[in-house]
């Protein structure tokens, strides 16, 4: 890995949002990372890292991203970013986990082979727990059984393995319940029934999102590059709307819109034309940048944020851990209603958007459970 050294900088992976600036002197370039981790096995092809940016509340639990970064620096960048929002998604689940996340570099198309999972399951292994690892973009189930023949550490496996399976059912249940709590913020009440609300992408997590949705009595619009996963809703549900893109749903009539694609949709661009009340959605880094959280509260429009209400995976996942329950799960990832709505009680009080005021009960949960590992045992 000829570039191990080299100072991280704007990632350009799918979720790439803010760079990492150039690393001042006297701080690491790993900024405030536990550790981090460069794996390598040159006849499998291996090149992965692993970070872990905090075990504060416990082991570090978070997927392994199979992708094909441009640099070492980009994955680096990239593993850096997602592991500091793993702790800070896990602090709000309520979990006794902490934050880390891997990235294996390659085309999981082309190159994902039995050798180069395991090889990266003993390097998992090799960190005796401080590190669960569990699906992510390029990696399945599936894959996650193959690691586990080499390492006890893997969560999101198969159903057939004592897994959870697909982490999608949760985690479109707990954007839900965000999506009540912030409807009884702004409307009164915690339904969505009667509210016009924009889904865009219907994959594994937006499809199931329309099915608590109409349950609940709200009208739809949707929109997808895929067409067949627009009718896959269709066929189900007739009377929802489809608009052609992502821009039109952010210009459509709406009172909520639900980002359940790609992350950085709301941007400099975005914000000042859309029309909804409320933002809640299941895509990670939805904000394109530092600041568009606070054009959001300028216009008046209420922003759950991202990472709290897409929990419900994690959620699901980090109960393997326990031995899988499905119901233990789903009542746990219910308490993503409550706690959006602590959210917001303490953004009022304090007077900062969502975004910041999750971010501060995050680390004020680090803060107060990690502390009580002075107290000797
Ligand atoms: N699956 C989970 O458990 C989980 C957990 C937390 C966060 N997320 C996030 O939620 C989002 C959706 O995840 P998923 O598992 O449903 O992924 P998915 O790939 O199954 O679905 C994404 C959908 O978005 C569509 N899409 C892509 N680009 C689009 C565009 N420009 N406009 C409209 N549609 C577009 C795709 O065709 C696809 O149907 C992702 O950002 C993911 O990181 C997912």
Not at 160 to 169: K, V
Not at 176 to 197: I, N
Not at 243 to 250: N, T
Not at 269 to 281: D, F, I, S
Request: net charge negative; charged share 25%.
């Amino acid at each position: 890995m000829p570039n191990v050294f080299g100072a991280p900088h704007k990632g350009t992976g799918p979720d790439a949002q803010q760079g990492h600036s150039p690393v001042p002197p006297g701080v690491s370039r790993f900024g405030t990372h536990e550790q981090v981790v460069f794996c390598q096995d040159e006849a499998s092809g291996l090149r992965a890292i692993i970070a872990i940016y905090s075990t504060a509340l416990g082991p570090s639990l978070g997927g392994t991203r199979f992708y094909p970064y441009a640099s070492e620096e980009e994955a680096l960048s990239d593993v850096l970013n997602l592991s500091r929002g793993m702790a800070y998604k896990a602090a709000l689940a309520g979990l006794d986990l902490g934050g880390g996340k891997a990235v294996i570099i390659g085309d999981p198309a082309t190159e994902k082979t039995e050798a180069k999972l395991r090889a990266y399951g003993r390097f998992v292994q090799s960190l005796n727990g401080r590190y669960y690892t569990a699906c992510d973009i390029g990696t399945y189930s599936e894959d996650m059984d193959v690691i586990a023949r080499e390492c006890r550490f893997v969560t999101g496996r198969t159903v057939e393995h004592g897994g959870a399976g697909d982490s999608s059912i949760l985690t479109a249940f707990g954007v839900y319940q965000g999506m009540r709590a912030a409807a009884e913020t702004v409307w009164g009440s915690p339904t969505l029934r009667g509210k016009r609300v924009g889904v865009e992408g219907v994959g594994k997590v937006g499809h199931r999102l329309v099915e608590h949705l109409r349950e609940d009595g709200a009208d739809i619009v949707i929109c997808d590059v895929d067409e067949a996963a627009i009718d896959r809703v269709r066929s189900l549900h007739p009377e929802v709307e489809v608009v052609a893109d992502s821009d039109e749903m952010i210009r459509t009539d709406l009172d909520v819109y639900a980002p359940c694609a790609l992350g950085g949709s709301l941007n400099d661009e975005t914000v000042p034309v859309l029309k909804a009340k409320v933002v809640c959605g299941s895509a990670n880094n939805q904000l394109a940048h530092t600041g568009v959280e606070k054009s959001l509260a300028d216009r008046g429009i209420l922003y759950t944020p991202d990472y709290v209400i897409n929990s419900g995976g994690l959620i699901q996942v980090a109960d393997e851990i326990e031995g899988f329950d499905f119901d233990r799960a789903k009542a746990r990832a219910a308490g993503i209603y409550d706690t959006t709505r602590k959210i917001f009680a303490l953004a009022a009080d304090e007077g900062v958007p969502p975004a910041v005021a999750a971010d501060r009960l995050a680390e004020r949960r680090m803060s107060e459970i990690s502390r009580l590992r002075s107290i000797l045992l």
